[in-house]
Nanobody, 127 residues
């Protein structure tokens, strides 16, 4: 059974940075696309980024473009989300999700595209 576990969240001031990690166990991470979602208090889960399994193509939500970078290290079965220039509106629980399909712009931020989810890691941006 595939499992994903996020880590790296924390409390940071506006303008700061964090790097989240997503470790995949139970199967080879290279077979899966890895997406990051976040959920702010009282709001729905929204997609942030996606990195494809086939060629590591990356995709971002408009809110993440230019500030966030997703990557993967298949040798370590790990995906990453580097977040720079953080804003208070980036606050929320960040979830890693793994799916067997490549990222596709039309569907990659649908929660139903992913079969495996982590428990989430809290990111709080505040002064």
């Amino acid at each position: 059974q595939l499992q994903v576990v996020e880590s790296g969240g924390g409390l940071v001031q506006p303008g700061g940075s964090l790097k989240l990690s997503c470790i995949v166990t139970g199967d080879t991470a290279a077979y899966y696309s890895i997406a990051w979602f976040r959920q702010a208090p009282g709001k729905g889960r929204e997609g942030v980024s996606c990195i494809s399994s086939s060629d590591s193509s990356t995709y971002y939500a408009d809110s993440a473009k230019g500030r966030f970078t997703t990557s993967r290290d298949n040798a370590k079965n790990t995906g990453f989300l580097q977040m720079l220039s953080l804003k208070p509106e980036d606050t929320g629980v960040y979830y890693c999700a793994a799916g067997i399909l490549d990222c596709h712009e039309a569907t990659m931020f649908r929660v139903t595209e992913y079969d495996y989810w982590g428990q989430g890691t809290q990111v709080t941006v505040t002064s």
